[in-house]
């Protein structure tokens, strides 16, 4: 069985929401789309919890979160005990979160990288792997600040 990776949005994320889905798809992933499927005002906070709590209960491997610009889901998401969420703006911010930082969320911004750029993020974040090493030692000290 493929990955399954869980995304959400709000409504200012809705398109690149729909992109990361179709990326994730074509790449194989088992994809769980927890919305929302309108463009009705509503707040973001509920949507990261719902994707922090679908990675955080291993009911997913990654999630992926879409507003404006990727700040307040971020934050959001970063509350959750066990969240590693990583707001990326490059190709390489993605490669770096989940190869040093072992993201298991990724945040962007509709409103900052498009659709084109946001969809090639979402590629490169899904494809990187953890490097461990000298890495799970400062991964460690992460999550030692959740206790």
């Given at each position: 069985?493929?990955?399954?990776?869980?995304?959400?949005?709000?409504h200012?994320?809705?398109?690149?929401?729909?992109?990361?889905?179709?990326?994730?798809?074509?790449?194989?992933?088992?994809v769980?789309?927890l919305?929302?499927?309108?463009?009705?005002?509503?707040?973001?906070?509920?949507?990261?919890?719902r994707?922090?709590?679908?990675?955080?209960?291993?009911g997913?491997?990654?999630g992926?979160?879409?507003?404006?610009?990727?700040?307040?889901?971020?934050?959001?998401?970063?509350?959750?005990?066990?969240?590693?969420?990583?707001?990326?703006?490059?190709e390489?911010?993605?490669?770096?979160?989940?190869?040093h930082?072992?993201?298991?969320?990724l945040?962007?911004?509709?409103?900052?990288?498009?659709?084109?750029?946001?969809?090639?993020?979402?590629?490169?974040?899904?494809?990187?792997?953890?490097?461990?090493?000298?890495?799970?030692?400062?991964?460690?000290?992460?999550?030692?600040?959740?206790?």
């Amino acid at each position: 069985m493929a990955d399954r990776i869980v995304f959400g949005s709000d409504h200012a994320g809705l398109a690149l929401r729909a992109e990361a889905v179709r990326v994730a798809r074509e790449a194989g992933f088992d994809v769980l789309d927890l919305g929302p499927f309108s463009a009705e005002s509503v707040d973001y906070p509920d949507h990261a919890a719902r994707v922090a709590a679908g990675v955080t209960s291993g009911g997913a491997r990654l999630g992926v979160l879409v507003c404006g610009t990727g700040i307040g889901m971020s934050i959001a998401a970063n509350k959750v005990k066990g969240v590693r969420a990583a707001l990326c703006t490059t190709e390489f911010e993605a490669r770096m979160a989940r190869a040093h930082n072992d993201a298991n969320i990724l945040c962007m911004g509709e409103r900052v990288v498009g659709l084109g750029l946001g969809g090639a993020i979402v590629a490169v974040f899904l494809a990187q792997d953890f490097e461990g090493g000298r890495h799970q030692r400062r991964v460690d000290k992460i999550s030692a600040l959740d206790r």
